[in-house]
């Protein structure tokens, strides 16, 4: 839909509570929110707040701190890592106040992290109120502690300013743990919500250090492993970021590259991935030439000089996603992308023998992604993840190669309730083998399905072999769901995703159709059943496809989607004619002064007198990515048109659903739609029996 990272808000929004607004009493959606799906499941288990986060190894490797949730209280764990069945709760989270709570408001654990071998690194987040001119407003505001893990030592707190005999807190962020230094951090601090700053505090007296103090529009500093200031992000509105950079001991500030801030990997020259030696950084950079090859890859970028040095590390079919770096030199240890699954490759032969071996003992069917290290790298914590598996913990020993499992991040959504993904691939009418994925219900009767086809958003990211709450929940509900990776997609390399450039309506959907036509023809889903779901590029590729393809689809749904391709680009020249931003939407919608004709052609809004495809527009009044006039313009031509379609605006929601509220209207509402126009399916859950999981490794 619009990003595979959409499942991962749900566990901050959970604890942020955020609100949507109240909901018709008449919402043929709301009866669905209880309603239990093919093998039991209901939206509220989907929706569930996370239950473990934040697993760290202490620099030993011989303890674990993880954070768990149990109702409204967060609890901070210490396990043996020789014996992860011995844990510990040293520290719980309070709770706030009834009237707080009816509004989903709760204290968390926000950041975790050790800082001796011996006691934490911990913030606290919780709800204080705010007078903002003539508003009352509650926002979440942290404290940060020292947790001694002896458990009879109390918490040292250190970011309270006392004023005469009151304390006071400002908003702050932990930016730097200074791992060498045991009696300082660095902390990120906006006073009383205004201009930003970077200090230096000392953990046992609170008092601080002015390191850097920017203005209202700098949102961010970033520091390396000395604690040397040499990154800040700008934020020139509409989402547009400018990231700039510093050698350590200059005041200067270069810009390095703007881009935006949900779509960063399309817009950006260069994709911060981390940072380096003293003074150097690393980025994914887009290939520049032929000498290059034609995939996005891993270079130094040198502050001092602010140029981009070579090639570090690249892979010649995929793009770069990520780095692992050493925890003490910050060197380049692993280069990590997508194939199906996520690989990554170490340059140890060792560390990659033992990836391999990790990869075939979960049979090539999951991601593993190494969250916490010792410092000698001999303990890893491993996420592992899937289609079919929300994610769970396991502790790797590396020189014993031996596995042992933590904790589920979702229990509820086991294995054996979830439904496996399968690599799909079709042959275009030009004749160019593409690849997509289909997840289908495990449930044996009722064939066959209906069928959802859900491009991506972007356009230029990709779908994989991971998670999708969106997938799953609706394959629960009894629809076969199509994820076509259509050209213009990101991911495969530059050349790939220039084949969807100014292919808005033109190719990407011819691929998209073409996907859709082949799964059809397999028998497996019903040909007279099919609607198309979509979210951002997603929902204007909905739009487009309901408009042109009436024959195939009986329904479209469409997420804060585009409508008028000219119109949008207006929206994108008032952030700079000259900007990368705009030169990039000219490059993928068109030039709306040469491609005019083209780009109205392909404009869904344009198309509303012929339309016949019952249609669901949703958008949310914050987006600052797709302006919400997009939607309300196709609105206004349906309804003009006197054509079906339903509109719901969500008060306070952004580019696409990030709090359980916002979750549970949109997922509500989409189901609600679907039934109504391609009908139920799949047989009660007493009859559709869960398949087998197999059981989790254990010590």
Request: glycine share 10%; aromatic share 8%; hydrophobic share 35%.
């Amino acid at each position: 839909m619009f990003r595979v990272e959409w499942g991962a808000a749900i566990a901050m929004t959970a604890a942020i509570g955020l609100s949507t607004g109240a909901r018709a009493v008449d919402d043929p959606a709301k009866a669905l929110i209880d309603k239990p799906g093919l093998t039991g499941l209901t939206l509220k288990d989907f929706t569930a707040p996370v239950e473990l986060s934040m697993p760290r190894l202490s620099p030993s490797g011989t303890k674990l701190a993880i954070v768990r949730r149990v109702d409204d209280v967060d609890q901070i764990l210490l396990v043996n890592v020789a014996d992860p069945s011995k844990a510990t709760a040293i520290y719980k989270t309070g709770h706030v106040s009834p009237e707080l709570a009816k509004k989903k408001w709760r204290r968390y654990v926000s950041f975790l992290d050790w800082k001796t071998e011996d006691s934490l690194l911990v913030s606290i987040s919780g709800p204080v109120g705010l007078e903002l001119g003539n508003e009352s407003r509650t926002f979440d505001e942290p404290i940060h502690m020292i947790l001694p893990i002896d458990g009879k030592s109390p918490p040292v707190f250190f970011n309270a300013k006392l004023e005469g005999k009151r304390a006071r807190v400002d908003f702050s962020e932990i930016e730097n743990v200074l791992p060498h230094d045991p009696d300082h951090v660095l902390l990120t601090i906006w006073p009383e919500l205004q201009s930003i700053e970077v200090d230096r505090v000392d953990v046992h007296t609170g008092k601080r250090e002015v390191l850097e103090h920017g203005d209202t529009d700098i949102i961010e500093y970033g520091s390396d492993r000395k604690g040397h200031i040499v990154t800040r992000t700008l934020e020139r509105g509409g989402g547009w970021l400018t990231l700039q950079g510093r050698a350590p001991g200059e005041k200067t500030w270069t810009k390095i590259v703007d881009f935006r801030r949900k779509e960063q990997r399309e817009l950006a020259k260069y994709e911060f991935l981390g940072v380096g030696d003293v003074g150097t950084i690393y980025v994914a950079a887009k290939p520049d030439g032929p000498a290059d090859g034609d995939t996005k890859s891993v270079h130094s970028f040198d502050l001092q000089t602010m140029k981009l040095g070579p090639v570090v590390w690249s892979n010649p079919t995929y793009d770069v996603d990520d780095i692992i770096q050493d925890e003490e030199t910050g060197e380049i240890i692993a280069g990590c992308y997508w194939i199906d699954t996520y690989r990554c490759d170490f340059t140890s032969p060792r560390l990659t023998a033992n990836l391999a071996g990790l990869s075939k003992y979960f049979k090539g069917e999951r991601n593993l992604s190494i969250v916490s290290k010792s410092k000698d790298d001999k303990e890893w914590i491993l996420f592992v993840e899937g289609p079919d598996a929300p994610g769970t913990y396991y502790i790797y020993d590396v020189d014993l190669h031996h596995i042992a499992f933590l904790g589920d991040k979702q229990s509820k959504l086991s294995e054996a309730r979830l439904a496996k993904t399968r690599r799909f691939t079709f042959e275009t009418r030009d004749h160019v083998e593409l690849t997509g994925y289909v997840t289908q219900p495990s449930a044996a009767a009722q064939r066959p399905w209906p069928l959802v086809v859900m491009p991506h958003g972007g356009p230029e990211v990709r779908d994989e072999l991971t998670y999708d709450l969106w997938v799953q929940y609706l394959v629960s509900r009894g629809y076969v769901v199509l994820q076509p990776n259509f050209r213009g997609s990101g991911g495969f390399g530059h050349k790939f995703a220039e084949a969807g450039y100014g292919q808005w309506g033109g190719r990407m959907h011819e691929d998209v159709m073409d996907a859709t036509k082949a799964l059809i023809a397999e028998g497996k889903v019903d040909p007279a059943r099919v609607c198309v779901v979509g979210g951002s590029y997603g929902g204007y590729e909905a739009l487009y496809a309901a408009a042109v393809e009436p024959e195939v689809f009986k329904c479209a749904v469409s997420v804060d989607g585009v409508s008028d391709l000219v119109g949008n680009m207006k929206f994108e020249r008032s952030f700079g004619a000259d900007s990368a931003r705009y030169a990039y939407w000219v490059k993928s919608q068109g030039d709306p002064n040469a491609d005019a004709a083209r780009m109205l052609a392909h404009s869904p809004y344009r198309l509303a007198s012929g339309w016949k495809t019952p249609t669901l527009l949703i958008h949310g009044d914050q987006d600052d990515i797709v302006p919400i006039e997009e939607s309300r313009q196709m609105k206004r031509a349906l309804e003009g048109a006197g054509k079906p379609v339903r509109y719901i605006e969500i008060e306070g929601m952004g580019h696409g659903p990030s709090s359980v509220d916002e979750w549970t209207r949109v997922l509500s509402e989409v189901e609600a739609f679907l039934v109504a126009h391609i009908g139920e399916a799949g047989p009660s859950p007493s009859t559709s029996p869960t398949r087998a999981q197999a059981p989790k490794p254990t010590l």
